[in-house]
């Protein structure tokens, strides 16, 4: 493989740390005050869930979610920050990978109305699939430097 100024491990592994970097922005935006102690992220979300055009989503949402917004509040905002952390240092990336592809999956199967979130989504959830199947943890990872993966 040819490329510019970069190896090819080089620029995947960029694409690894940008994605990364979007995950952290995605949590440091977030109000969690809110998201917390008044439950705005998950009543959002089940507002959209209840007026979803498929029983799956409106149904998976009843029996997942709503059973226990505080955790799955918690659940989202540290699954964002944690994602975000180990693609930017590079420590168990297939695990984030794989975990924040389904979360944009998820993510884009429950907005699928909103256009401009699916955009963010969907982009996301290919960059993922990239660096996985590119291995974006051969350079400039914890995951390489212990040799793993």
């Known amino acids: 493989m040819d490329a510019i100024w970069l190896s ?3 620029w995947l592994a960029v694409l690894r740390i ?3 970097l979007w995950w952290l ?14 439950g705005t ?15 799956a989503v409106r ?18 905002v540290y699954a964002e920050l944690a994602l975000g952390l180990g693609l ?8 984030a990978l794989a975990g ?7 993510y884009l199967t429950l907005m699928i109305h909103d256009w401009a979130e699916q955009g963010q989504n969907s982009m996301m959830a290919l960059i993922s699939l990239v660096a996985l199947f590119g291995m974006s943890w051969q350079v400039w990872s914890v995951d390489h430097a212990l040799g793993w993966f």
Do not use: C, Q
């Open 8 to 10: 090819g491990p080089e």
């Open 41 to 55: 992220g998950i009543a959002w979300a089940a507002d959209v869930a209840a007026k979803h055009r498929w029983n």
């Open 59 to 76: 149904s998976g949402f009843r029996v997942v979610v709503e059973p226990r917004p505080r955790a799955m509040a918690y659940v989202v």
């Open 88 to 95: 930017v240092a590079g420590f168990l990336t297939p695990a």
């Open 25 to 38: 922005e995605s949590w440091r935006h977030k109000d969690r005050k809110g998201w917390f102690e008044r």
């Open 18 to 20: 940008g994605l990364g």
């Open 100 to 106: 924040g592809l389904l979360l944009n999956l998820l």
